[in-house]
């Protein structure tokens, strides 16, 4: 009985940390844009962004990932909605090989992920606007969870492509 308990405690401390909330913006203001490019510099094998639009700063980290060798997979919302600020940099990612973009005209969070965590926002994948912005910020590195927010993710894809 004494070695159930104890591998029920293990088993607790393992979950605690795995889901975190915090916020970013005022004081805190580079909180999320650190989260995020930790997460897209320590991607090892795909990396998917759901985004409204993309400024020029995380262009260019999607860029050096797929130069790394990653692919990225990127749900954003269609090129008219986009604001006309941002388009150039939706055609430039759109003629990058290694880059799949995917319309969605519904798209109005931030989601960035792999298979090792998570980070969901409200906001753009825009650096000047995450840092002006007072946010809620989730972090998830459960596995149960990260393979919801893959399902999830999933659905906002075309059939032909869902798994």
Known sequence: MKEQIVNLENKILTL??????????????????????????????????VTPHIDNFYAKELKRTVERGIPVLLI?????????????????LKNIQG????NNPNVRFLLVFN??????SGGSLDREELSK????VTKIQEKSKLRLIAEIFSLMLPTFMRK
């Open 16 to 49: 605690v940390g795995m889901v975190d909330i915090e916020s970013s913006g005022g004081e805190k203001k580079n909180v999320l844009n650190d989260l995020l490019l930790n997460l897209i510099n320590s991607t090892k094998d795909q990396l998917n962004v």
């Open 76 to 92: 954003t919302n269609d090129r008219s909605t986009i604001p006309k600020e941002f388009t150039h940099i939706y055609d430039e």
């Open 99 to 102: 880059i799949s973009i995917i």
């Open 133 to 136: 912005l007072v946010l809620i």
């Open 115 to 120: 298979t090792e965590q998570a980070i969901y």
